[in-house]
């Protein structure tokens, strides 16, 4: 399949692999170097971070223990969303911050970021009348109108025989009245992965499987990082002027490695949701109020269209156990509780849809960093707030935590605000650059604009093709053109076999993800850089074995492997997505 002759992507400053990956860290450890921030974390608040900390002119580096992605950030109910919700607590300043972010996040990612109307039936159940809530949509639209009028859309009333003419299949009883309004959603890990990439050809270095085993402390101030490569099996450090603690549900967790008695300042709350066949309309997404939970509480949760499916969720369990244990790692999959509480949800709002168990494609879950000073400890998991704070710890860390996916380049400035006025020393040298992002790097406002700007790399691939390639990689498409000779006799234009219609793959994605993405598992392909068990009806269990021989192809040409090391490697990896897929259904073993 590979073209033996070709040299694969010649490493330059926009390889983004493990080769390119595994000779920095050769580099830092022969020629140690010391750098203006560590932030540790690879989700969305650390990717953001980098980002803007690079282009603030500082010397920047970025450690993740896992994948890109692999907690929180590739876990979240996909919105980019100002929170309706969080007018009810008069978070005023937290929904207007997040509107202008989201806003922001259409023209800087228009193939992404992707606008949604919603349907919120209010029924006689809920607490909150439909009038109240019609007068915060109206606060909501002129929060969004005055960030930026041209990407604000206005709300209607929903009555209830416009409610019958619109969405049919909608409980009508007890029906009071209903809003539709617009908010956003994207692929989150995506979001992160566009943006670490955006960071690392500006010259930050960025590691994925490098985690942190303790710190060393000078004075008042943490400035040394020891780490471990999973990768390669080796010990190093970093030495650094700041250290940024950027794990979110893992915070605690990591400042106790510098301090056994740090204070705890999460609460972290874990959301379940499940993908079903959809009951939704293809263009519309539905805010409605979930059957009574556990505590008694019912709580606002999402039906939203998520391609062929729809997302329903989710579902918010405090956790009041130990944060200094593991168990953030382990227990954040679906329960049978979860699941029948989502569908119990759904078949409340849609009864003829009659979703069943059997019927759920898929589930995931992740945990919610949620910022809990000792003076909120009482307040229900729902009612905290979702706005981000920075803390000094006591070993020096600078921690960031809370907040919300669209909000994660807000929380980078800010941070970086804080760092200024700490030690404006630490910028003294800094040039500050505006940085525009890989997948849109001639600044398209839409998505029409994007694909005119890139009508010449799309030719290289089939018709049927360019508009799914357009919205996943973006301007991006030109690298993955590049590839193609990677591959003999055009096999980098073949489907992968064994995948549903649903998420069709070419080889040459797979290609893209390992040489510009950092791609280094197989899961982290099937998980992360492609939604693969959330989005095929089989879970990708027929498509595991040819995507793992051929990602074992292409790294054996940047590694050298052998047949045998390929095979093995084939083994290993299937193995372990073949777990993974076990924990993702293990509620089913409930039954």
Same mark, same amino acid.
């Given at each position: 399949?590979?073209?033996?002759?070709?040299?694969?992507?010649?490493?330059?400053?926009?390889?983004?692999?493990?080769?390119?990956?595994?000779?920095?860290?050769?580099?830092?450890?022969? #020629?140690?170097?010391?750098?203006?921030?560590?932030?540790?974390?690879?989700?969305?608040?650390?990717?953001?971070?980098?980002?803007?900390?690079?282009?603030?002119?500082?010397?920047?580096?970025?450690?993740?223990?896992?994948?890109?992605?692999?907690?929180?950030?590739?876990?979240?109910?996909?919105?980019?969303?100002?929170?309706?919700?969080?007018?009810?607590?008069?978070?005023?300043?937290?929904?207007?911050?997040?509107?202008?972010?989201?806003?922001?996040?259409?023209?800087?990612?228009?193939?992404?970021?992707?606008?949604?109307?919603?349907?919120?039936?209010?029924?006689?159940?809920?607490?909150?009348?439909?009038?109240?809530?019609?007068?915060?949509?109206?606060?909501?639209?002129?929060?969004?109108?005055?960030?930026?009028?041209?990407?604000?859309?206005? #709300?209607?009333?929903?009555?209830?025989?416009?409610?019958?003419? +619109?969405?049919?299949?909608?409980?009508?009883?007890?029906?009071?009245?209903?809003?539709?309004?617009?908010?956003?959603?994207?692929?989150?890990?995506?979001?992160? +992965?566009?943006?670490?990439?955006?960071?690392?050809?500006?010259?930050?270095?960025?590691?994925?499987?490098?985690?942190?085993?303790?710190?060393?402390?000078?004075?008042?101030?943490?400035?040394?990082?020891?780490?471990?490569?999973?990768?390669?099996?080796?010990?190093?450090?970093?030495?650094?002027?700041?250290?940024?603690?950027?794990?979110?549900?893992?915070?605690?967790?990591?400042?106790?490695?510098?301090?056994?008695?740090?204070?705890?300042?999460?609460?972290?709350?874990?959301?379940?949701?499940?993908?079903?066949?959809?009951?939704?309309?293809?263009?519309?997404?539905?805010?409605?109020?979930?059957?009574?939970?556990?505590?008694?509480?019912?709580?606002?949760?999402?039906?939203?269209?998520?391609?062929?499916?729809?997302?329903?969720?989710?579902?918010?369990?405090?956790?009041?156990?130990?944060?200094?244990?593991?168990?953030?790692?382990?227990?954040?999959?679906?329960?049978?509780?979860?699941?029948?509480?989502?569908?119990?949800?759904?078949?409340?709002?849609?009864?003829?849809?009659?979703?069943?168990?059997?019927?759920?494609?898929?589930?995931?879950?992740?945990?919610?960093?949620?910022?809990?000073?000792?003076?909120?400890?009482?307040?229900?998991?729902?009612?905290?707030?979702?706005? #981000?704070?920075?803390?000094?710890?006591?070993?020096?860390?600078?921690?960031?935590?809370?907040?919300?996916?669209?909000?994660?380049?807000?929380?980078?400035?800010?941070?970086?605000?804080?760092?200024?006025?700490?030690?404006?020393?630490?910028?003294?040298?800094?040039?500050?650059?505006?940085?525009?992002?890989?997948?849109?790097?001639?600044?398209?406002?839409?998505?029409?604009?994007?694909?005119?700007?890139?009508?010449?790399?799309?030719?290289?691939?089939?018709?049927?093709?360019?508009?799914?390639?357009?919205?996943?990689?973006?301007?991006?498409?030109?690298?993955?053109?590049?590839?193609?000779?990677?591959?003999?006799?055009?096999?980098?234009?073949?489907?992968?076999?064994?995948?549903?219609?649903?998420?069709?793959?070419?080889?040459?994605?797979?290609?893209?993800?390992?040489?510009?993405?950092?791609?280094?598992?197989?899961?982290?392909?099937?998980?992360?850089?492609?939604?693969?068990?959330?989005?095929?009806?089989?879970?990708?269990?027929?498509?595991?074995?040819?995507?793992?021989?051929?990602?074992?192809?292409?790294?054996?040409?940047?590694?050298?492997?052998?047949?045998?090391?390929?095979?093995?490697?084939?083994?290993?990896?299937?193995?372990?997505?073949?777990?993974?897929?076990?924990?993702?259904?293990?509620?089913?073993?409930?039954?």
């Amino acid at each position: 399949m590979l073209n033996t002759k070709y040299r694969v992507y010649p490493e330059h400053d926009r390889e983004f692999s493990m080769r390119s990956r595994g000779r920095r860290l050769q580099q830092l450890n022969r #020629h140690p170097e010391v750098f203006d921030l560590v932030i540790v974390g690879g989700g969305i608040v650390g990717a953001g971070l980098a980002q803007e900390a690079v282009a603030s002119g500082l010397k920047v580096a970025l450690v993740e223990k896992g994948d890109f992605a692999s907690g929180t950030s590739s876990k979240s109910s996909k919105l980019l969303h100002g929170g309706l919700r969080y007018l009810e607590h008069y978070e005023f300043a937290l929904v207007f911050e997040a509107l202008s972010a989201r806003n922001a996040l259409f023209d800087r990612f228009p193939h992404l970021a992707k606008k949604l109307p919603f349907l919120m039936p209010v029924y006689q159940r809920y607490e909150e009348k439909a009038w109240f809530i019609n007068l915060g949509c109206w606060l909501y639209d002129a929060f969004s109108w005055l960030s930026s009028p041209g990407h604000t859309h206005l #709300h209607r009333y929903i009555n209830r025989r416009k409610l019958k003419a +619109i969405a049919p299949d909608i409980q009508q009883e007890g029906f009071e009245g209903g809003l539709q309004f617009y908010d956003a959603a994207c692929d989150d890990a995506r979001l992160v +992965i566009e943006t670490l990439k955006t960071a690392h050809a500006a010259g930050a270095d960025v590691f994925n499987y490098l985690s942190v085993t303790g710190f060393e402390q000078r004075g008042d101030r943490t400035d040394t990082v020891h780490l471990y490569d999973h990768v390669e099996g080796q010990t190093l450090c970093l030495s650094t002027r700041y250290v940024v603690n950027a794990t979110g549900p893992w915070a605690d967790h990591l400042n106790r490695l510098a301090n056994p008695e740090e204070p705890s300042y999460l609460r972290p709350s874990k959301g379940i949701h499940i993908i079903i066949p959809r009951v939704t309309d293809v263009q519309r997404a539905v805010m409605l109020k979930g059957v009574p939970d556990a505590s008694g509480k019912q709580r606002w949760m999402f039906i939203i269209p998520y391609d062929e499916y729809s997302l329903v969720g989710t579902t918010d369990t405090d956790y009041a156990g130990d944060t200094r244990s593991d168990y953030l790692d382990h227990d954040n999959y679906a329960s049978l509780e979860d699941v029948d509480y989502l569908l119990a949800s759904v078949n409340t709002v849609y009864p003829e849809a009659h979703v069943q168990r059997e019927d759920v494609i898929s589930s995931f879950g992740g945990w919610r960093p949620l910022v809990s000073p000792p003076g909120k400890s009482g307040l229900h998991e729902s009612d905290l707030s979702r706005d #981000h704070e920075i803390f000094d710890t006591t070993t020096g860390i600078v921690m960031l935590s809370g907040g919300k996916l669209t909000t994660y380049l807000y929380m980078a400035q800010d941070l970086i605000s804080y760092l200024h006025k700490k030690d404006a020393g630490l910028f003294q040298d800094a040039k500050k650059r505006v940085l525009e992002p890989l997948c849109n790097l001639h600044q398209a406002h839409s998505e029409a604009e994007l694909m005119e700007q890139n009508a010449f790399s799309l030719l290289a691939f089939p018709e049927d093709w360019r508009p799914r390639l357009l919205q996943r990689y973006g301007s991006e498409v030109a690298t993955l053109a590049a590839l193609l000779p990677l591959f003999t006799r055009e096999k980098g234009l073949d489907p992968v076999p064994g995948l549903s219609a649903d998420i069709p793959l070419l080889y040459v994605e797979l290609a893209y993800s390992i040489l510009c993405e950092q791609c280094i598992h197989l899961n982290d392909f099937m998980l992360r850089r492609q939604r693969v068990l959330l989005k095929e009806r089989q879970q990708g269990s027929q498509a595991a074995r040819p995507l793992a021989e051929a990602m074992a192809m292409v790294l054996s040409v940047l590694k050298g492997d052998s047949q045998a090391e390929q095979k093995s490697w084939v083994a290993t990896e299937i193995a372990a997505f073949e777990a993974e897929l076990a924990r993702t259904n293990a509620w089913q073993k409930e039954l």
